[in-house]
């Protein structure tokens, strides 16, 4: 009996952890496509056309208390909603140029691959580290080898 119980619960475990799993899958996706659909100006346009439906019903409905809780209450919801999607967004981003950063750095055989992880260092931590970059960097400019007014030029 005891080994059933077991296997119950693993099993129940596994339909919650698959569950989730799903879940996850499907906001990712959600806020990808939501990131890629709400960040247009046709998007912008949109709000612009609601905002501006809204302002010319105001007549229609007196200027009344419900006609500003309407475009009150829509644009906190949606505000509120937006930050998920955009935290999301930026979190996964953020978590992909890492990624490609910590690539390169261990390609390089010059760098220093204790940059790998900066993102567990300590506020204090990166403050030194900056320092030393300073450092570095006031060196190379007064030794010649890095300077401040390159000028670009245009690729073709």
Known sequence: MAL????RKLQNHAARRKFFEVVQYAFRIFAHQSSIILGTAWAFAGAVVVVLVWLLTGPTFQFSDTWQLVINTATTVVTFLMVFLIQNTQNRDAKVVHLKLDEL????KSARNELVDLEDLSDEELKKLEQQFQKLRRKAE???KHRRDVKLT???
């Open 142 to 144: 007064n030794d010649g």
């Open 4 to 7: 059933e119980t077991k296997v």
């Open 154 to 156: 245009k690729s073709r």
């Open 105 to 108: 750095i261990r390609a390089l």
